[in-house]
Every structure is written in structure tokens, then in C-alpha cells.
């Protein structure tokens, strides 16, 4: 079972909708990310929250918001989204950003399909 | 451009024997390393790491290798069981600079251990 818990594990959503998806952990981590996974391909880094601030965006799409409540949680809003966004979308957090060397832990993503 | 290869994308090893996967990086400033293994529709779970002031990790069944010179990363896996059917990700980070919090990964190598 993993500590990092994102739901919902499935969702499927036309180009017009707006959702959103949610991460949360309790291991007291203060570093969260989100992370976009393509099949047989690596996950490729989209943002990075330290201490509930935003301190990393890849140069990813407006389309996608990502919203960091507390220290717990993460959100990523979609709004508008394109076929090509379909993915596994991962969460992550470590303890801290960088410093101390410290694996970040995975959640199990949401699959995402837009129709 | 990838920073962190692993260029056998797969691995066919009989249980019991050794499997052995490779990675290699071209950051000299990468100095944490990391692998991860993934089944199909979970997320990554973390394995072992292993700090760049030390060559060797080891951690029950699974070791990690690290030759700096040579900017080299291998995972030992021994013996192999059916259970480590999985994909198995190297990734790297810097504890400095600008890439601080980032993990790099490589593509991936999917293990298959036949009994």
C-alpha cells in the first residue's frame, strides 16, 4: 500500500470539462510533486511544491493548475485539456526538496483519458 | 536530451539466478541515486538508493553499484524471484544548483524472472 494516496484512480473527461485531481500524504513531507507518465516512457516532472509553494514549473500547458491547500495536499486542476494530455498522472513527496538525500514516494496516479 | 540511460529496455533472467540492470548518467552533478521498480497500474515504489559518497548500498536481496568514474549505476538483484517481474526505473538528482528536488529517470528496463 502506498502512503501517497491520489484519487480518482480513473477518469475519463471531454475537452470542454473541468476537474480536478487530489493527492494527499501524511508522512509530514514538506516537498510535493506532480509528475505525467506516458506509456513505456519515463514520468516526466511537472511541478514542484516546497513548504506549499510553487518553486518548479516545467513550462507546462495553463490548462493545467496545480494548487498545493496545506502540506498534505496537492491538487491539479484541468480545464480544457487536449487528447494528447491522456496519461498516468503521479504524485510524489519527499520530506524535503533536494538537501538531505531522500527518496521521493510515489502515489499510484490517476489515468486520465480525454475524449 | 537524457541524462540517465538504461539501455537494455529489457532483462529475461531463470529464478534464482542473478539479474543485473544498468544505468548510466552524464551530470557530474548528480549525486544521489536511486531506483525504482513499477508494476503495471501502480505507481513507482522506491527500492534503493545510494549516495555518491559511497559505491556500494545493499539492502537484503537487492544491491546498488556506483562507479563515479565512470558515471556508471548498476542494480544486483539476487536471487531472482517471479515477484520482480516489473519495470525498473534508475533515476538521479542533485542536492545543489538548480536541478535541486529534480529526479531524472531513465526509460526503463522490464525484468522478466521465468521460473
Known amino acids: 500500500d502506498t502512503e501517497v494516496t491520489q484519487t480518482p484512480k480513473h477518469l475519463v473527461m471531454g475537452m470542454t470539462n473541468k476537474k480536478s485531481l487530489k493527492c494527499e500524504q501524511h508522512m509530514g513531507h514538506r516537498a510535493m510533486y506532480w509528475y505525467k507518465q506516458k506509456a513505456k516512457k519515463p514520468p516526466e516532472l511537472m511541478f514542484v511544491y516546497s513548504y506549499e509553494k510553487l518553486s518548479i514549473n516545467e513550462s507546462v500547458p495553463s490548462r493545467f493548475s496545480p494548487e498545493c491547500p496545506n502540506s498534505s495536499l496537492l491538487n491539479l486542476h484541468l480545464h480544457a485539456l487536449q487528447p494528447e494530455d491522456s496519461a498516468l498522472y503521479l504524485c510524489?513527496?519527499?520530506?524535503?526538496?533536494?538537501?538531505?538525500?531522500?527518496?521521493?514516494?510515489f502515489g499510484d496516479g490517476t489515468r486520465l483519458s480525454i475524449l | 536530451d537524457q541524462q540517465v540511460k538504461q539501455n537494455s529496455p529489457s532483462l529475461s533472467v531463470q529464478e534464482g539466478r542473478i539479474s543485473i540492470l544498468n544505468c548510466d548518467y552524464t551530470?557530474?552533478?548528480?549525486?544521489?541515486f536511486l531506483w525504482y521498480k513499477k508494476y503495471p497500474a501502480e505507481g513507482p515504489t522506491f527500492l534503493i538508493s545510494i549516495s555518491s559518497i559511497k559505491d556500494k548500498n545493499e539492502d537484503g536481496r537487492f544491491t546498488v553499484f556506483l562507479n563515479k568514474s565512470a558515471k556508471h549505476l548498476s542494480l544486483h538483484i539476487v536471487p531472482s524471484q517471479p515477484g520482480d517481474s516489473a519495470v525498473y526505473f534508475c533515476?538521479?538528482?542533485?542536492?545543489?544548483?538548480?536541478?535541486?528536488?529534480?529526479?531524472?529517470f531513465g526509460r526503463g528496463t522490464q525484468l522478466t524472472v521465468w521460473p
Open positions: 533515476a538521479a538528482s542533485a542536492k545543489r544548483g538548480s536541478t535541486l528536488g529534480r529526479l531524472y
Open positions: 551530470n557530474s552533478m548528480f549525486d544521489y
Open positions: 510524489a513527496s519527499s520530506p524535503a526538496r533536494g538537501g538531505r538525500s531522500q527518496p521521493q514516494h
